[in-house]
């Protein structure tokens, strides 16, 4: 019999955020997979729990895949975790995770905090769907146009971003006319959340931003001839293809949306 791939959710600063089903499952499993090591034994000290923790990052999940998965195969219980927050959401762990299910290997979530989750309900974003960027490309043509493509949508935006890159981001979404909400050192000591007023962003810690686009002319709203293809290739039906593609571009008329499925699709 197999063993288990515990995904476990470590806090993102305060400590106390740990849960006691994550305390459980670190005490009783066989192997933990760490980001980095000793930020988990830091962890686990202030714990008091003793386990064989490797590490498992993005330079070596690939390479000692084969082998952790074989583990498993033979019965050991693993446990996953990243520096902070839930491991593979902008974090090592999506090939194991995937590895494990093709593989027949149960998968077990352990929840707790999430940089994304937390960040999107202390915003107050006039929205019940948004988008997760994570960390945008450093650089050059690539980071602009993803930022256009993640904007395009209408939907309210989370953001990771170093503190060296974070003066540009909030200009670049200044011009592009957004609401932002900055986050530095979300649950740590020295936590800011603020509303953008132009203040001066200290360029320490980490921060998580989320931008809320400006409401646009819905003339000027135009759907991704991509998506719609792809939208309508699915077997959604006419009414389900339509709500979905309402709830991506809100400012667009839903009767204006159904038009594009009123022929060749079930109701």
């Given at each position: 019999?197999?063993?288990?791939?515990?995904i476990?959710?470590?806090?993102?600063?305060?400590?106390?955020?740990?849960?006691q089903?994550?305390?459980?499952?670190?005490?009783?499993?066989?192997?933990?997979?760490?980001?980095?090591?000793?930020?988990?034994?830091?962890?686990?000290?202030?714990?008091?729990?003793?386990?064989?923790?490797?590490?498992?990052?993005?330079?070596t999940?690939?390479?000692?895949?084969?082998?952790?998965?074989?583990?498993?195969?033979?019965?050991?219980?693993?446990?996953?975790?990243?520096?902070?927050?839930?491991?593979?959401?902008?974090?090592?762990?999506?090939?194991?995770?995937?590895?494990?299910?093709?593989n027949?290997?149960?998968?077990?979530?352990?929840?707790?905090?999430?940089?994304?989750?937390?960040?999107?309900?202390?915003?107050?974003?006039?929205?019940?769907?948004?988008?997760?960027?994570?960390?945008?490309?450093?650089?050059?043509?690539?980071?602009?146009?993803?930022?256009?493509?993640?904007?395009?949508?209408?939907?309210?935006?989370?953001?990771y971003?170093?503190?060296?890159?974070?003066?540009?981001?909030?200009?670049?979404?200044?011009?592009?006319?957004?609401?932002?909400?900055?986050?530095?050192?979300?649950?740590?000591?020295?936590?800011?959340?603020?509303?953008?007023?132009?203040?001066?962003?200290?360029?320490?810690?980490?921060?998580?931003?989320?931008?809320?686009?400006?409401?646009?002319?819905?003339?000027?709203?135009?759907?991704?001839?991509?998506?719609?293809?792809?939208?309508?290739?699915?077997?959604?039906?006419?009414?389900?293809?339509?709500?979905?593609?309402?709830?991506?571009?809100?400012?667009?008329?839903?009767?204006?949306?159904?038009?594009?499925?009123?022929?060749?699709?079930?109701?």
């Open positions: 019999m197999s063993g288990n791939l515990f476990v959710a470590t806090p993102i600063g305060n400590m106390g955020d740990i849960t089903r994550a305390r459980q499952v670190l005490e009783s499993c066989d192997l933990i997979l760490a980001e980095d090591s000793r930020v988990t034994g830091t962890l686990l000290g202030m714990l008091g729990i003793s386990k064989k923790v490797l590490s498992y990052h993005k330079f999940e690939k390479k000692f895949l084969d082998g952790h998965i074989e583990e498993l195969k033979n019965g050991k219980n693993i446990a996953l975790v990243s520096d902070a927050g839930t491991p593979a959401v902008s974090d090592p762990g999506k090939f194991i995770v995937r590895a494990a299910l093709d027949g290997i149960p998968v077990i979530p352990v929840p707790g905090a999430c940089a994304a989750a937390v960040a999107f309900s202390s915003s107050g974003a006039m929205s019940d769907s948004f988008i997760f960027a994570g960390f945008l490309p450093s650089k050059g043509a690539e980071r602009d146009e993803s930022l256009g493509k993640f904007l395009s949508y209408g939907l309210p935006v989370i953001f971003e170093a503190p060296t890159r974070i003066k540009d981001l909030v200009k670049k979404l200044q011009d592009a006319e957004c609401r932002i909400v900055v986050m530095r050192e979300l649950t740590k000591h020295f936590e800011e959340i603020f509303a953008y007023d132009g203040r001066e962003i200290k360029e320490k810690g980490e921060f998580t931003v989320v931008a809320e686009p400006a409401i646009a002319k819905k003339e000027t709203v135009e759907i991704d001839t991509q998506l719609l293809d792809m939208i309508k290739a699915s077997p959604l039906s006419a009414k389900d293809a339509s709500v979905l593609l309402s709830r991506i571009y809100p400012n667009i008329p839903k009767n204006e949306i159904k038009k594009h499925f009123m022929t060749g699709r079930n109701s």
